[in-house]
């Protein structure tokens, strides 16, 4: 098949998990024999197998002041080329591009990359309009999880398919020996996205060092955390400093040794679609921590992880805890690891394929 993704920022330029769902989409299917072109913004770096096509990142100067963005205009400059290039399939990643689609009369798959929904609605009335739009103008919907689905059926009014991201495990050697020494907790996630909750985290950790006195917290994933910091009481600020490593979000080939190299991943964001780095962590056999919100939960249970409230600092202490106490049985790393495998790119690569078989129908 020709297929073209559409997504205006690209991996590794930018390191989101959607930008990685991307690349690693193409390149499965790239290598499955597929013919794939990536529409997306300037600067992206070149993808073996896939032809890569760079159009102008550009919002109208009328409409910034409204919250306008690029990615919210990116259909508009995808449109003219989807008129000229005609695909088997169009798989858009954001809503426009899927609207761009449906107009340009191509077979169309949208995939939100978010957990839209009737509590987690976007921020604005246009920009909830629009993925009203492109649920409804595309031949297929997607969503990341059952969750997400849930949310973005009561959103718009039609339901989509769960078409999960994948990991490509053999990128993650999992390290099988139980996990010994002080526990080292990774926080495998942008610091300055509020949604993310590093600041529960910290909010967490005296507690945590009641019973792990010599637990340290890795912040892996960038940002800035002041903000997360600032929100502390003094007093657990000066408790929880000391026990807080920042190494950003180093170098690609230093994921997957600082997953190996934990005791237990944490990611206590609240709606959250999937959890690319959940599936991470647990191919390299660390279990993980997660809270009950959006996706995450359909990726951890009890045999590899701990679910903890949302926004509980003494929930997800419990939760830590229990988990650092699973890292050391003998088993626990290789039981992560096969837990990973039901999400490796040969696994959910064909669902894709049945998505955009139906879209084609």
Known sequence: MRIALVHPYSWPVVRRGGERYVHDLGRWLADAGHAVTLLTGE???????????RLPLKAPVRLAGRGVTALDTFGMTVLPHLLRERYDVVHALVPSGGVAAAIALQPSVWTALGHPSPVNPPPRAWSRALVRRAARAVR????LSRSAADGLQALTGRRPVVLPPGVRTA??????????????????AYAADPRKRLSVLLAAMPAVLEFLPDARLTLSGGGDPTAAFDALDPGIHRVVAPHVDDLGQGELADVP??????????????????????????????????SRSGGMPEIVDRCVGRI?????????AAAIVAAVALAVEPGAPARCAAHAAQWDWD?????????????RG
């Open 308 to 316: 903890a409230p949302p926004d509980d600092p003494a929930g997800l």
């Open 43 to 53: 600067g992206a770096h070149d993808l073996d197998g896939l032809h890569v096509v």
């Open 347 to 359: 696994v959910v690569g064909p669902l894709h394929l049945l998505a955009y078989g139906r879209a």
């Open 171 to 188: 990128d993650f050697v999992p390290r099988l020996e139980p996990r010994s020494g002080p526990p080292r907790l990774l926080f495998a």
């Open 140 to 143: 297929v919907p997607a969503a």
């Open 257 to 290: 040794g600082r997953f190996r190299d934990a005791t237990v991943s944490v990611l206590p964001s609240v709606h959250e679609a999937f959890g690319l780095v959940l599936v991470e962590s647990l191919a390299s056999g660390t279990p993980v921590v997660c």
